[in-house]
């Protein structure tokens, strides 16, 4: 018996050889992927017929892993020949009530569940595989038609495919973007069109209503982000207008920033300047008797420190600033700076239970502040101040939504006129994706 293997970089070239080296009648006996090619085990229709005989030949070609296991249960010597030739099923009928050869009999019923196991794996990963390949197609044709409907589009309606360029270039994502001038009524030109459009952005832009919201009121506010974004700043300059409007005694100031060394210095000389107390907190334990000490005060701010989205203390942070007892509103800093994807994920990473609202900080160093609006409008977050300089405490201000969406625009003429038409299409494919995710962006 000479069970031969066969490798190809497809099933159709392994059966291509097997079918000249064996002939048509060859019997597979397995056929399956191993390491990116595909092997085929597999004997002359002649073999099949001499299995049943005992003449099984010594120089197997091909592993014979299950010849190997098959030690005849007793000692079969007598491997009597079978002059027939029959086929493996004729063969196991006929095996009573003559002793047939045990060993024959054994081998080829291991190889017959060696080759069905494998036929089943191998089943299983072409099952897969073709999932697989069936979800790329899907994802090719929804690029392919997003694609094919922007250029009709841009036939039909030029002056949207300005607008979405503008948008484009403004930092606004392509999910927005598009979105947007998807519901943009017809027929307007192109300075129509624009302003439409601002007028959307900034009536789905949310802002503090005013600012007595936040100073009169009072309450505990903790400003959190990613490092650096300019939180131990803006709580400064938070805490200089509280101190105008109501005097030192009536704020206080705490810092979580405990164990960087010298961390906790740059709020209490902040503090110092103001006349407030800086109360430096480890952990949460200490927060809640700081937080429970200081439950008389009209505003309470809390200076945190700074954690990378990316870090899993980012959930202990919202965790330790959730179980105080006390009701801590959190206050995002996001960076104008960084881009629309890293200010998505750090609003995901510091979302917690909810988040207050946001401040953007670092407006004057942002090329474009479409980015950063894009975030805040999608994620309906409460927008309470913008920050523009290092200043404190001028450099903080209360948003003005108009000069927002107008800035946003008007940095942008320049990087527009880099995104050629032929682009668009393309630029837009990515978007069809996350579109049902927009449909509460108002338009009325
Ligand atoms: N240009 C500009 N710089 C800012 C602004 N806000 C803060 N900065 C500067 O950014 C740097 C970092 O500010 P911090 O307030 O220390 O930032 P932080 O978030 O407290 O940083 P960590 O505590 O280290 O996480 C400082 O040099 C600030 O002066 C801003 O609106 N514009
Ligand atoms: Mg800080």
Redesign the pocket.
Known sequence: MNVKKFTAATSRDALRKVREALGPDAVILSNRPVDGIVEILALANDDVASMASPSVESGMDAPRPSLQHLEPVHAAPALAPVAAAPAPQSYANRRAPQPEPAFDMAAMTAMMSAAIAQAKDSAASEMSGMMNEIRAMRGQMETQLAELSWGATQQREPQKAGVLRDLLAAGFSATLARYLVEKMPAGKDEADAMRWIKTVLQRNLTTMADEDEMLSKGGVFA?V????????????KLAARCVMRHGPEKLALITT?AY?IG?HE?LRIYGKILGVMVHSVKDEADLRIALKELRNKHTVLI?????SQRDQMVTQQVAMLSETGADVKRLL?LN?TSTNETLNEVVRAYQGSGLAGCI??????AASIGNVLDVVIRQKLNLYY?????RVPE??HLPDRAMLVDRAFRSSRAAAAEISDADLPLLMSGASRNMNKLNEVSFG
């Open positions: 400003l982000g990613p490092t650096g974004v300019g939180k131990t700043t803006t709580t400064a920033d960087r961390g740059q200076d945190t420190v700074g954690v800093c104008s953007m900080t670092k407006l004057d160093e913008i920050s523009t300089g290092q450099d903080l």
